[in-house]
């Protein structure tokens, strides 16, 4: 029995997947929850096979809590799930310790092929995001500026083009506004903005956020 923690933030999603990890015998989900510090202590607690990790949630958010969750056990696998299959987040997302990544948008069948996959040890990319990243390292930061940020820049960056505000991003990720401001402008200055809606208008170009979602 493969035992499964999910975490996303919107409870449709959730509902979506259980239902597709309900109707597979070898499943069983353990727990679901809605941000990232909740999927760690359930990790520490029920010690899952797998735990399907939103990238973009409240607090931590899915790239930190899947580094917290490696210096738990290295048995517990995480696949990171995002709207988005542009790098950088592909390629963060398992610099971070995932073993696999999918966007939302993907069939069921592929989402069982994955867990069945990482549950045995394997990483797992589709191969489209898979021959993405191998580019990329090919020619690194030449197509993407988003590439050059580290995973707190970047994952600033997706709040301040959410209308997220410094005081707000600063309770969530337990930081003090100063700090949130010295990695905004530390970003700025690597992106080649001076405004957050210059940043926005620079990731919706590079197609790291919805329109639709704005």
Known sequence: MIKIVLADDHELVRTGI???????DDFAVLAETSNGED???YCRRKAPDVVLMDVNMPGIGGL????????IAENIRVICLSMHKENPIPSQVMAAGAFGFLTKDAEPDEMIRAIYKVASG???LPPDIAHSIAI???NPGADNPFDELSDRELNIALRLTRGQKVPEIAAELSINTKTVNTYRYRM????GVTTDVELTHLALRH???DPNLL
């Open 64 to 71: 930190e809590a899947t580094k917290k969750i490696n210096r």
């Open 136 to 138: 990329s390292k090919l």
């Open 122 to 124: 394997q990483k797992y």
């Open 188 to 191: 700025f200055d690597k992106l």
């Open 39 to 41: 999927a760690v202590q």
């Open 207 to 209: 197609k790291l956020i």
């Open 18 to 24: 259980r239902r597709i990890l309900e109707d597979v």
